[in-house]
């Protein structure tokens, strides 16, 4: 019977709130025979762990199978509801801590920290099955019940906080867009000093005028679909782009020079804000399309747009809602829209219905 069989896993044996938890690694091969998710059809009182978000699973195991060399997973937690044996070894310095735990095959082992991972890895198998020599830190804690399962991912995620998505792409070196935005930050005269690369909101003080997510999302729209060759042609492009824009707005150049503040700027002007870039991008991306031997010479009409956030009649339901940025894709396109007119261009279909739409709320006052 698999009573009498038994899983022994290498483990160190620690203490925390007087009681013994193992640190021990696993195969992948293993991870899904052993590990079960706590019912995602039961109500979420009778879970220990959120619903399982199977949208998440196959970005999460092509990061595995496409980065075989370089994917870093951290620790799963789970629970062993079972009868559990420390064996510690023997004539050995701290040798209570170092050892063997044996768990019987008839327990039941509930991950209270990490199912997405599992998930992927069960997934990223069938792509790879060579890595499931690979292994996982998992951290068993003894199970006493689905209240303290319940309380334990709840004190797992209290203090758990997503980086910001700027600090993100800076230490991304596999996204090809974030790599893009940061080369042109480095070598670009207008962005260089002024870009904030780890927070994605800048407070009244700050001294600079962009962040990096709001170059990113803007450069990788700029270059989205061009008939470019490779990197180094996106970020020639890119640079000459935004350092012709920055010639037709006056303010970012008086930042630079000393002669205004970033904090005055940004609450006066809406054109450093991610929603403005992203559409100035977009509007740009079509003007490269349509003339790209004279966008460089068009582009030059920007210089007659009223950015203030005061111009209530142009960027108000656009850029603006009640006064306040908004950068929804909808408020993107009718900036956009706002843009391409004043630099003659037409509208696609889409951005056209969008158009209307807005034109008919605006009219109705809505």
């Not at 403005?276 to 010479?297: C, E, F, S, T």
Request: aromatic letters at 8%.
């Amino acid at each position: 019977m698999t009573a009498d069989f038994k899983y022994v896993f290498p483990a160190i044996r620690g203490i925390q709130s007087r009681r013994e938890y193992y640190v021990s690694m696993c195969p992948l091969r293993l991870i899904p025979r052993l590990f079960i998710f706590n019912g995602e059809e039961m109500a979420p009182e009778l879970r220990a762990q959120r619903y399982l978000n199977k949208a998440r699973i196959p970005e999460m195991s092509r990061y595995i199978h496409e980065n075989p060399d370089d994917y870093v997973f951290s620790a799963l937690t789970a629970s062993i509801d079972g009868e559990v044996a420390f064996e510690h070894l023997s004539g050995e310095e701290r040798a209570d801590r170092i050892g063997l735990l044996h768990v019987p095959m008839a327990a039941r082992f509930v991950i209270n920290d990490g199912q997405h991972r599992r998930a992927a890895i069960e997934m990223a198998l069938e792509h790879r099955p060579e890595i499931g020599e690979e292994t996982i830190a998992v951290v068993f804690f003894r199970d006493v019940g689905l209240e303290r399962c319940q309380q334990m991912f709840a004190d797992l995620n209290r203090y758990a906080v997503r980086p910001s998505k700027s600090l993100g792409l800076l230490y991304d070196h596999r996204d090809e867009a974030a790599e893009l935005a940061k080369t042109l930050i480095k070598r670009s005269a207008i962005f260089g000093g002024l870009v904030e690369l780890e927070k994605t909101t800048l407070s009244r003080r700050s001294r600079r005028l962009f962040t990096l997510s709001a170059i990113y999302n803007a450069t990788a729209e700029l270059v989205k679909d061009l008939d470019l060759d490779g990197p180094r042609e996106e970020a020639e492009l890119a640079l000459t782009f935004w350092e012709e824009v920055a010639r037709h707005i006056k303010e970012w150049e008086l930042v630079r020079a000393g002669d205004a503040t970033a904090g005055e700027v940004r609450t006066d002007y809406i054109h450093t804000h991610g929603v403005v870039l992203q559409a100035l991008a977009r509007a740009g991306n079509d003007l490269i399309r349509r003339h790209p031997r004279a966008w460089q010479k068009k582009i030059g009409r920007i210089a007659d747009i009223d950015w203030r956030r005061g111009n209530a009649e142009l960027w108000e339901g656009r850029a603006l809602l009640a006064g306040r940025l908004r950068k929804s894709q909808n408020n993107v396109t009718l900036t956009a829209n706002a843009i391409k007119a004043h630099l003659g261009l037409p509208l696609s279909p889409d951005e056209q219905r969008i158009e209307d739409a807005f034109g008919r709320d605006h009219h109705d006052g809505i």
